[in-house]
């Protein structure tokens, strides 16, 4: 079986010669407690990139902020000089306070600062794609995003940034970017259980713009938890392994990050995209989605 059958097959960027595997890697938990300082075991998060790298992942998505600086240099430790294929997304768009804070950076000069930050840490002369990122921790704001977006559009054109993508956004802000340069991911808040997104998914779909969903099992009722957790125990698997499949069968733009700083749980996570769900399993975890009211 090749990676990618068995990471749920590929997906390429949109106008970009950019494939990876479907099944992808979020680095955000390499940090320490809150993403916040150095991990508590170095050495697994350092065998934690390296094993899903064997294992065919291709995608991994990080930024500065993590740590700071901390998630960036591991994967740099890790994995630089990096494989030709390997594609690292990175965020700009927040910084971190003295006291862990998460604070907006979205003046011309702090994205500036925040993209040459993730060069240096690491190791590159340009970034694979870079996703600005808007709006609260889970939910986008209705700010027009024109100014920032455009430093960003500036920096692709001299060769720091080769793809552009959005995090924590709506539709509309979408399509502003859109009318600005061409964008290959949007990142948002989404599962089988908040699915305020479904149009967005659709729309992009038809775009050939990957989805990227963050917090796979995030913000479940005990209701929605338990019909997971059922779903699970027929399968005889863990629930984020339904989760995830789920997310892979929703739509073909689906491009999975999911985040661990332990070896079993990375293993658990990336057998998700051979787990096929049935079609009355699907319907099933379909029924306790929260779609959008419009």
């Known amino acids: 079986m090749t990676n990618q059958s068995r990471l749920g097959g590929a997906f390429t960027f949109l106008g970009s010669a950019m494939t990876v595997n479907r099944m992808g890697y979020g680095a955000m938990q390499l940090a320490g407690p809150h993403v916040w300082g150095p991990p508590r075991d170095r050495d697994q998060a350092l065998a934690v990139l390296c094993e899903a790298i064997a294992a065919g992942v291709n995608h991994i998505d990080t930024s500065d902020f993590y740590g700071p600086h ?167 698997v863990p629930p984020m392994q339904v989760a995830l499949a789920w997310l892979l069968q929703r739509s073909p733009n689906m491009l999975l990050i999911p985040g661990t700083s332990t070896l079993q749980h990375l293993r658990e996570n990336l057998r998700a995209a051979e787990l096929n769900l049935s079609p009355e399993i699907v319907e099933q975890l379909d029924s306790i989605g929260i779609v959008a009211s419009n």
């Open 70 to 236: 901390v998630t960036n240099q591991i994967i740099k430790e890790a994995l630089h000089p990096y494989r030709e294929d390997l594609i690292i997304v990175t965020k700009v768009g927040a910084r971190r306070g003295d006291d862990s804070s998460w604070i907006p950076a979205l003046s011309r000069q702090e994205l500036i600062d925040g993209v040459h930050d993730n060069l240096r840490n690491l190791g590159v002369d340009a970034l694979d794609v870079v996703n600005l990122r808007v709006g609260g921790i889970t939910a986008p704001g209705n700010d027009p995003i024109e100014a920032p977006f455009s430093v960003l559009a500036e920096l692709r054109v001299q060769g720091k940034i080769r793809e552009l993508g959005l995090s924590n956004v709506t539709a509309a802000q979408v399509a502003e970017a859109q009318g600005i340069a061409p964008i290959v991911c949007v990142q948002n808040f989404y599962n089988v259980a908040q699915r305020t997104d479904d149009g967005l998914v659709d729309g992009l779909a038809a775009q050939g713009i990957a989805y990227v969903p963050f917090f796979p099992l995030g913000g479940f009722t005990p209701l929605q938890s338990s019909v997971l957790e059922s779903t699970a125990a027929t399968l005889e």
